[in-house]
Structure formats: C-alpha cells, structure tokens
C-alpha cells in the first residue's frame, strides 16, 4: 500500500510541474481534487498504477515542451514506452499522446513520435505484443462492471459517486474549451479522446482523471 502511494503521489508531483507554468496553482489544484475523485476507484495494488505513472511523464514531456521550448525531456520518451509496454496494456496511450502533439505542433516531432511507437515493438511477443491493446477484449468470456459503459450501468440502476463526479468534470472540461479564447489541438484531441474512452468503460476512468487534472 505505501509502494502504491509513492508512485500515485509521484505521478500527481509529476503533472504539477509539467502545468506549473499554465495553469493558476488554484486551478490545479481544484482540477487535481476532481481527478482524483474520479480515478480514485481505480487506484488498486494493479500494474495500472505504473500507467499512471508514465503518463504523467509523458504530460510533463509534452507540456514542457509546448510551453517552456524544454524539448530535452521529449528524447526520454522512448526509454519510458519500452518500460510501459512491458507493464501495463495501457502503453498505446504513449504513443497516441505524442500523435496529438505532432499533430498540435504540426508534425515537428515525428521522428520521436516513430520512435516511441516502434519500441513498442521491444516486448517477448514483438509485433503481436505491440498490437495487444486492439483486440484484448475481443472473446473476453464474459461481462464485468468495469468494462461496460455509464449508460449501460445508468439502463441496470447502477449509478455511483463515481459515475457522477466524471460527468462533473466531463461538463467542466467542456465549459473550459467553450470560454478559452484560443483552442490548443493537443489538449483538444486528448480530452476528446480520454473522454470517449471513459464513456465507453468503467475501467477507463483511471487515465481520463489523470489528463482531466492538467487539461
């Protein structure tokens, strides 16, 4: 449990420096409270925790980058993907992030955006290990809750705290690209993307709260 704090606390440090230059401390903080509550539920002794984890680097990478011209911690990416991919599932998350941010910077970056995807590559079962996350749930057996979306929980009366607290920040989330006066493409396509994902799973909540926090 303490081994479990630790990392969650490190990857929160994390996104706190990679925004301390965007966003009002106020801000994150009130954004890192919300997160919180949100992925709380998925904070289990459980590999996904090292997601967290990295993603939270991978935030800090890019933000510097974007924001402070700190392109340095970009080239330490692909050292992180080979890890994660050989972690947790989650790894795609790596390389679609920085697919954002090329795309955000208009393809400035794409050599490190092919490298972090081709380490994907570096795992025992190669291309088939790389592509896992595609077809992972496909024949899963049988249902759980953590796979199934909110309006298929909401239609069986499961409606919890949880539940509630994502579609407060999903509508804060809105609100905030709505009343910016300048829409910034990776923070766009990444709360379009975590926010989909979320409704589509339960289990997804995990991630979305950790990029709501710095979005």
């Known amino acids: 449990i303490l081994f479990k704090m630790i990392i969650l606390l490190l990857a929160l440090g994390i996104l706190l420096l990679a925004v301390r230059n965007k966003l009002d401390y106020w801000v994150f903080l009130i954004s890192a409270l919300i997160g919180i509550m949100v992925w709380a539920e998925r904070t289990d002794v ?6 967290y984890l990295f993603l939270s680097c991978f935030i800090f990478a890019i933000f510097r980058a974007k924001y402070d011209n700190q392109t340095k911690w970009l080239y330490f990416l692909p050292i992180i993907q080979i890890f994660w991919t050989n972690m947790h599932i ?6 679609i992030l920085l697919l954002f ?11 490190i955006f092919l490298t972090t995807s081709a380490v994907t590559l570096l795992n025992p079962n190669f291309l088939n290990g790389a592509l896992y996350p595609l ?4 024949n899963y057996g049988y249902s759980i809750v953590e796979n199934q979306n909110i309006l ?3 239609d069986y009366g499961i409606s919890t705290g949880r539940i509630q607290l994502f579609q407060l ?3 804060l989330l809105i609100l905030g690209f709505i009343i910016r006066k300048r829409i910034a493409v990776f923070e766009l396509l990444s709360g379009i993307f975590f926010s989909v994902m979320a409704l589509k799973m339960l289990r997804n909540f995990g ?7 710095p979005l």
């Open 46 to 51: 459980r590999p996904e925790i090292f997601s």
């Open 90 to 95: 989650y790894f795609a998350l790596g390389p």
């Open 101 to 111: 941010f090329i795309l955000d910077q208009k393809f400035k970056y794409w050599k």
């Open 135 to 138: 077809g992972v749930l496909k």
């Open 152 to 154: 298929f929980l909401s």
């Open 169 to 171: 920040s999903l509508a």
């Open 207 to 213: 991630p979305y709260g950790m990029v709501f926090t």
